[in-house]
């Protein structure tokens, strides 16, 4: 790596931007074609039931309809959406069928597609079809399905798609010696990630070369590349994925759906392209639902506050099948509920229930918001138990630098080991308290003022990031003199291009204005690419540029040495020319009257670990529940900083997703299993007069060991700790009443029944006393 | 049927079915792609125009209701070259992640700061919280529109 650079580290504006703020942008809905097919797919309004008959000769008379396709065109065996992480053979039986042939198991799972001249024609044509479906009882929530009386697989003969544990040290054997323990039970709410861009895309078959377009792919383009192959019996290489600009992702836009089948297989069949848009309607109920989780988790620690053993068990609603990487967020939850924490015994078991509800799949931060929430609620309750300031609770209790690497629990049965890569835990958390002011605000914990009762919390967190195996990157020296950047990674809207153009500008030692453009995600532009997931791209992407760099200066001096008579070793480059040692040079652009091109890759195993805490004051009124958040800050160490500009903006905006699940998001479902918030008007996210202050502070010690950027992924560190932070400052407030919460979100009619419970506690404890 | 209206200045008249949504005779007929569509219930404002200089849902109104109105769009908001004060303020300040939203904040931003040019904080979040955004947490956007402001005052009702 470079010592001296001038791009990375500084707050370069977007490059993205300028498309952007002038409505250039370029997202799926945007393309059209001649000749173009629209499809709209009917979806079941029902949870659970056989489905009996279809009838769909109304729909076929319906004038500009092309075709209506059912289950029964689709082939046999029917295809179905297949695992990418942790694809176990025990999960086979649950994948999702791309139509729903024989039984209906969600509220929104797809039945019949519909292709016509115009989007209007095709929903017509969907209210002109018959469904006959034979009502079953709905699984609906966690006590149904663990009663097994209704079965959504009855061949399995019970509704848990399978369990995890996850293992440290020997927990039975510390709690039975210890001095203090303590059980408690909690739960998170179903939500979802709501990217703005709902979901679309445009498919193009080409008949007389074999070949499929499928625009508007995202995330993990060579992964659902390798899919539609397979599903649809093509050669990877005739299928041509191309991502164009994403509005949004947050881990659910990208993964393989039904649809991702479905609009290819459309446009084959119809030797047509085909484009397809959900309505916001279908987003709600069918891209991946997230974060439901209950755990009954205990805790054993000796009197000084040292912890030494937690154990417990969980249950996550995974919805009706288990799609792409809905085992990630059980995962998460069981190996990493000890957080940043020492905990030396740890046995917690994981449950992944399925139910009659959409499927789930990764959100942002996904396990870890859920089990931060478990954990941290848990500490305060401790840490007054024992009568130890909550600060100096964690404080005792976090992982120190010179434990470095420390390993955390192993997830059985896939035995997925892991560690913590390098930090000073001590140091943000000090940070992230001289921020809020916490010394000069801790007279305020509990107090009333003016009728709203102030609470303040602190929670530590880590963020896993920069999952392998690999990542690409192509650098090609254009016949100019500047440089073109293509990579696997993918963009989903967090400013991939601008770091990139930094890292690869800063690699080259070249301007970044002669950085012409960064192409990255589409399956045209490297050989094999991963794609964005887990905070993984400025880490892999941009080692792999790193990579790319180093051997496309080699090749340059080369090529240089050849034109100046001397050894490459000889050439040096600099300011846009390749210098001889007698002083005689080219210019880059001379060099390259032939592009050259070459491609490296980064390989990893390993994960690096981001790591903060953030902290909130808020204040509470009783008489309504309605919680105001005065102040928030979230301090984070991201190893080495790329771009501090871009980073702050995901780190606030993660946090304020996170206050929406914290406070406001929530996908109800009712005791049929209906979607009962399937708009925007029900289904609600944090606006624009609902968190005025947050306050991002990044921070950029110990650099990750691990790649040779030393950056570590970020981007979902900010939501992690949310939930618990604010429940926990909840918790503070109203500590005078005793109010203790221990589910999400915090909606003012929770809050205020939380009030209401603990005076009428209060109470009877009085008229007993 | 036909409609007959101004679009960022130029008159159009476009034949249209009296169903079709202002949102998609844009998007779709007049090819404006800037313009998106985030829910079709007129709750996250991504479609937001002007119609007669007033901040509106284009998804929440027909086509036909536009006989006679003059349209603005975000590319009738925006220069050839460059950026606008606005769009040079929500780069400046990191307002945009996906880019999404960004044309209906950029729009309902313009209508507010034209009309109130000495606006402060808790008014733009006000005006702005009819506009969701899934990225920024919108405090950057705040400060962008505030930073906008002094344009604005500078050159009148114009930016």
């Given at each position: 790596m470079r010592r001296v650079n001038s791009f990375i580290g500084q707050p370069v504006p977007r490059l993205e931007d300028l498309r952007f703020v002038r409505g250039r942008g370029q997202f799926v809905d945007d393309l059209a074609r001649p000749n173009m097919l629209h499809a709209a797919i009917l979806r079941s309004p029902v949870a659970h039931g056989h489905i009996r008959s279809i009838d769909i000769s109304a729909a076929l008379k319906v004038p500009g309809v092309h075709s209506v396709i059912t289950?029964?065109?689709?082939?046999?065996?029917m295809p179905r959406v297949p695992m990418r992480l942790q694809p176990m053979p025990g999960f086979e039986a649950f994948g999702q069928p791309v139509m729903a042939c024989e039984k209906v198991r969600y509220v929104g799972e797809a039945l019949v597609m519909v292709l016509a001249d115009s989007a209007a024609i095709a929903e017509d044509a969907l209210g002109a079809i018959e469904v006959n479906i034979e009502l079953l009882p709905a699984v609906w929530n966690r006590d149904v399905a663990a009663k097994n009386e209704t079965l959504l697989f009855e061949d399995k003969g019970g509704n848990i798609a399978m369990k995890f544990r996850a293992v440290l040290g020997d927990a039975a054997a510390s709690f039975k010696d210890a001095p203090y323990t303590r059980r408690e039970s909690f739960s998170t709410q179903r939500h979802t990630a709501l990217t703005m861009e709902p979901r679309g895309l445009l498919c193009e078959w080409d008949a007389q070369n074999g070949r499929l377009t499928v625009s508007?792919?995202?995330?993990v383009l060579f992964f659902n590349r390798r899919i539609i192959a397979r599903q649809l019996g093509l050669a990877e290489h005739a299928i041509d994925m191309v991502e164009y600009d994403v509005g949004g992702s947050f881990g659910a836009r990208g993964e393989f759906y039904p649809e991702d089948f479905l609009i290819p297989f459309a446009a084959r069949h119809a030797g047509r392209p085909v484009k397809w848009t959900e309505d916001r309607r279908e987003h709600l109920m069918t891209m991946n639902h997230a974060r439901e989780a209950s755990c009954d988790v205990e805790i054993a620690c000796r009197r000084d506050g040292t912890i030494v053993g937690l154990r417990g068990h969980a249950f996550v609603d995974v919805g009706a099948y288990m799609r792409t990487n809905g085992a990630v967020g059980a995962r998460n939850i069981a190996q990493f509920m000890s957080g940043p924490y020492r905990v030396p015994n740890i046995e917690i078991d994981v449950s992944l229930l399925l139910t009659n509800k959409t499927p789930v799949g990764t959100y942002r931060g996904p396990g870890r918001f859920e089990t931060d929430f478990f954990r941290e609620r848990l500490f305060d309750i401790v840490a007054r138990d024992l009568g130890i300031d909550p600060v100096e609770f964690r404080r005792r209790n976090l992982v120190r630098d010179?434990?470095?690497p420390y390993t955390v629990a192993t997830i059985a049965p896939f035995e997925s080991k892991d560690e913590l890569d390098s930090g000073d835990y001590q140091v943000t958390l000090d940070r992230c308290l001289a921020e809020i002011g916490w010394a000069e605000k801790a007279a305020l914990k509990g107090k009333c003022v003016g009728g709203r009762y102030h609470g303040l919390a602190v929670s530590c967190f880590i963020e896993g990031g920069a999952a392998g195996p690999k990542e690409s990157a192509r650098l090609k020296l254009e016949s100019d003199g500047t440089l073109t950047v293509y990579t696997g990674s993918s963009g989903v809207g967090q400013g991939l291009e601008t770091a990139f153009a930094q890292i690869a500008a800063d690699a080259m030692e070249m301007p970044m204005d002669r950085v012409n453009n960064v192409f990255h995600g589409s399956t045209a532009y490297v050989s094999d690419g991963y794609g964005s997931y887990h905070s993984r791209s400025i880490v892999m992407g941009g080692s792999a540029i790193l990579d790319a760099a180093t051997k496309l200066r080699a090749a340059m001096c080369g090529q240089a040495a050849r034109r100046l008579n001397c050894g490459a070793a000889e050439v040096a480059l600099a300011d846009g020319r390749a210098c001889g040692p007698d002083g005689k040079s080219v210019t880059w652009a001379e060099l390259a009257v032939e592009p050259i091109s070459v491609e490296g890759a980064f390989l990893n195993k390993k994960h690096t670990w981001a790591y903060g805490a953030h902290a909130a004051h808020v204040s509470v009124d009783p008489r309504t529940g309605h919680v105001q958040l005065l102040d928030y800050v979230a301090v984070e160490n991201c190893g080495r900083m790329i771009n501090p500009l871009t980073l702050n903006g995901q780190l606030v905006g993660a946090v304020v997703q996170g206050l929406g699940g914290a406070f406001m998001e929530q996908l109800c479902y009712d005791e049929q299993g209906q979607l009962l918030t399937g708009s925007l008007a029900d289904y609600l996210i944090p606006t624009a007069a609902d968190f005025p202050k947050i306050r991002g502070l990044v921070m950029e010690s110990h650099p990750s060991p691990i790649n040779p950027l030393g950056a570590k992924g970020a981007g979902e560190g900010g939501i992690i700790p949310v939930g618990g932070v604010m429940a926990n400052a909840v918790a503070d407030a109203l500590s005078s009443l005793g109010v203790e919460p221990r589910d999400l979100p915090l909606s003012p009619s929770r809050v205020w029944q939380l009030v209401q419970d603990a005076r009428r506690r209060r109470a009877a404890t009085t008229t007993i006393d | 049927m036909p409609v007959r209206f101004e679009i960022n200045g130029k008159p159009v008249e476009v034949d249209v079915e009296p169903r079709l949504t202002l949102a998609d005779c844009l998007r779709h007929r007049l090819r404006l792609t800037g313009t998106h569509v985030g829910c079709e219930h007129g709750i996250c404002g991504s479609c937001t125009v002007l119609v007669d200089g007033a901040a509106v849902r284009?998804?929440?109104?027909?086509?036909?209701?536009?006989?006679?109105t003059s349209v603005v769009t975000v590319e009738g908001l925006s220069l050839e070259d460059g950026l606008t004060p606005l769009q040079a303020s929500f780069r400046k300040h990191h307002a945009l992640q996906c880019g999404f939203c960004t044309p209906g904040m950029i729009t309902t931003a313009h209508a507010l700061l034209t009309e109130e040019p000495d606006c402060d904080a808790e008014r733009v979040r006000e005006v702005l919280s009819g506009n969701l955004c899934r990225c920024t947490g919108y405090i950057s956007i705040i400060e962008a529109v505030l930073d906008a402001r002094a344009a604005y005052k500078n050159s009148g009702k114009r930016a």
């Open positions: 289950g029964a065109d689709l082939g046999n065996p508007g792919a995202a995330k010179s434990e470095m | 284009s998804c929440l109104i027909l086509a036909v209701q536009a006989e006679g």
